[in-house]
């Protein structure tokens, strides 16, 4: 589990453990850090020879070094943009990198990252967001991709991108006011009943904590 403490992660960390799967976890608090390189490589490196049928990585933010996610085009700024670049997507692929040679080799094992509907490029319909929306858009096409790649050496091998909901986290709370929320627990739950139910036709896809398809 990366990002073990979070709202999110601790949530999902918690549920696993409810549903007796022994769960490594793996943060900020340990020394992983998804914006080095050098940090992302020795924490996997220190999990070796280990596998694992699941790698959740529920690390990302909205809101990095107080640069507040955009309301208008005129608001981006170039170091911003950089960090969520930087953790939100290139964090993502340093994960998948490092991480999923950790994978069980036969039969079947997933790795599921948290994305967020506002990354869906289809369903913007509102605006602004952008450097985060960007991010996760980025973030999404790099598991695509990665999706086929791990396919080819296990074709039992799942990789995914899901959106959590509206959670109500520390974090989310100043933006979700005016929308429908859930708890951790709540999204946890949904979260890992998807990755329960999928198959490897489902390789390379999106959805949200119901299980819902979502647009790309």
Do not use: C
């Amino acid at each position: 589990m990366l990002g073990a403490t979070g709202g999110i992660g601790s949530a999902v960390v918690a549920e696993l453990r409810r549903r007796g799967t022994e769960v490594t976890g793996l943060s900020r608090r340990d020394g992983l850090d998804l914006t080095r390189q050098d940090s992302v490589i020795r924490m996997a490196r220190a999990l070796e020879p280990q596998r694992f049928g699941l790698i959740f990585n529920a690390i990302g933010a909205l809101e990095i070094e107080s640069h507040a996610p955009e309301k208008t085009i005129s608001a981006i700024r170039a170091e911003g943009m950089a960090a969520q670049f930087a953790l939100n997507a290139t964090g993502t692929a340093l994960a998948l990198s490092h991480f999923s040679p950790l994978l069980q080799q036969h039969g079947p094992a997933v790795f599921a990252s948290l994305s967020a509907r506002v990354g869906s490029i289809g369903d913007n319909r509102l605006g602004g967001w952008i450097s985060y929306r960007a991010a996760k858009a980025a973030q999404n096409q790099i598991l695509r991709t990665a999706a086929i790649e791990l396919a080819r050496r296990n074709p039992q091998v799942i990789v995914i991108a899901l959106h959590p909901g509206t959670v109500r986290t520390r974090l989310s709370a100043p933006y979700a006011v005016r929308h429908p929320t859930i708890s951790a627990e709540v999204s946890a739950r949904g979260l890992l009943d998807v990755i329960a139910r999928l198959t490897p036709e489902d390789n390379g896809g999106f959805y949200d904590w119901r299980g819902e398809p979502v647009e790309w």
